[in-house]
């Protein structure tokens, strides 16, 4: 639905008084410095996260777009930018190509700018935000997608006029915390349900970041993907229905997928938008896998899914995030309870537990968990370089003991007639991978 027109008609071009938009004498939010324009101090870089630069650059692309040959759907839509980043409008300037056409159009603020191109043809509109200082170009995007109703939005930022490199620092760890150089930021969006980031760096590659927390990266994905999949399904020995609840990057499927003898992998990702932008952006980790037949591919909640589902699986995998967020639920007693259930005779439980060492009681709690309902409950260990701590923790559980003691001749011929290339697992690191270290295991006492 088209948001309400103003009053008259922009016509070709629209001149508009900062006064028009924001009432003379109207006090200004807290904490946005006053601009050049209004004569009050100088126009001053961000300095923000150890980086000093000019502002945020973005670049939007708009698709399924609608209102887009209409001049006073875009002049609304830009001023109401404009207002909600709390910005200066100084002047307004559509102009369009034909009756039938596109619109070009700048909403030019003391902050510098909005631009705007339309293809009504199409349903696709270029736009791209730039404003200096402390002014935020991100609250704009709910106002055009309030505006244009876009069937899907694209978002790449650039910080302009940086001073020194950019770099992520996540936060994950109280008290500690670890940087990567950003070379560029590809994909930035608030989904439905978080903050996803997708940006270069010159060490790991591409990489993932939810919510502050990173998640993934093309550099060393695969020391964590290898061996949340091989040790439970050669362990298993006859694995034929997979369960995977998150995994939305696409790796885990893509190594359960390896192996000829799976007949169905059921992947439960929450987020949509994790799976659409992994599968763009970051297309050498799944290498496919979401378009292999075997693939069921659910868009829910895991939680639910697992409650409800009468189907059985020979190997539960939860590739989750950290228990925050839309990973908590994935973590609790109730859960595991409703994944024991849906495993068949002989089934496995493997899920991501985080590391020891600066998450021990999370492990602790999960391991309390694991053990009051499964027969044979334990970690293994995988030492993943971008996820900080050391060891990184992945559960074990199953109704029995037998599949964590197959002996190594076994898993190797396993291993070798399943023909699978890989780069982090092998026979005797699965076998080793159980052999905690003591502060692990005084961590589950």
């Not at 908590?328 to 849906?342: H, I, P, Q, V």
């Amino acid at each position: 639905m088209a948001p309400p027109k103003p009053a008259g008609n922009p016509g070709v071009v629209v001149g508009l008084e900062p006064s028009e938009d924001r009432p003379s004498g109207a006090p200004r939010p807290a904490g946005r410095r006053p601009s050049k324009a209004e004569g009050k101090g100088d126009d001053y870089f961000v300095e923000k996260d150890g980086l000093s630069y000019a502002g945020t650059h973005l670049l939007i692309d708009l698709w399924g777009a609608k209102g887009l040959d209409d001049a006073e759907v875009v002049e609304t839509a830009l001023k109401r930018s404009v207002a909600a980043c709390d910005a200066t409008l100084l002047n307004l300037h559509l102009h369009r190509f034909s009756d039938q056409g596109g619109i070009s159009g700048v909403a030019v603020i003391a902050e510098s700018h909005i631009g705007i191109h339309t293809w009504p043809e199409r349903g696709y509109a270029a736009i791209d935000i730039f404003m200096c200082g402390a002014c935020d170009p991100y609250r704009a995007i709910p106002e055009l997608r309030r505006s244009f109703a876009p069937r899907s939005i694209q978002i790449s930022e650039q910080k302009r006029g940086l001073a020194s490199p950019e770099w992520f620092l996540e936060r994950l760890h109280t008290g500690y915390r670890q940087g990567f150089e950003v070379t560029r930021t590809l994909h930035r969006q608030k989904t439905e349900f978080q903050e996803l980031v997708i940006f270069d760096t010159p060490t790991f590659g591409r990489v993932l970041v939810l919510d502050g927390v990173l998640q993934t990266t093309e550099a060393d994905e695969y020391f964590y993907h290898e061996m949340l999949a091989h040790p439970p399904l050669l362990a298993h020995g006859a694995v034929g229905d997979v369960l995977i609840i998150g995994g939305g990057d696409g790796g885990t499927l893509r190594e359960v997928l390896k192996h000829r003898n799976i007949r169905r992998v059921t992947i439960v990702e929450i987020d949509a938008d994790v799976v659409e932008n992994c599968r763009r952006y970051l297309p050498s980790i799944s290498k496919g896998a979401f378009e292999d037949r075997r693939t069921e591919l659910v868009f829910a909640d895991g939680v639910a899914f697992v409650a409800e589902t009468k189907d059985k699986f020979d190997l539960i995998i939860v590739d989750s995030t950290d228990p925050t967020g839309p990973g908590e639920a994935l973590f609790e007693e109730r859960f595991y309870a409703d994944c024991k259930a849906g495993l068949k005779e002989k089934g496995i439980l493997v899920t991501q537990n985080g590391v020891p060492f600066l998450q021990g009681a999370e492990l602790a709690t999960s391991y309390r968990r694991l053990k009051s309902l499964f027969a044979d409950a334990t970690f293994y260990l995988t030492a993943v370089p971008s996820y900080v701590g050391g060891f990184m923790a992945l559960g074990w559980a199953s109704t029995e003991a037998a599949n964590r003691r197959v002996p190594l001749e076994t898993l190797e011929t396993r291993f070798a007639e399943a023909a699978i290339e890989t780069r982090y697992y092998t026979p005797a690191v699965h076998l080793a991978a159980f052999a905690l270290p003591r502060y692990i295991m005084d961590g589950m006492e």
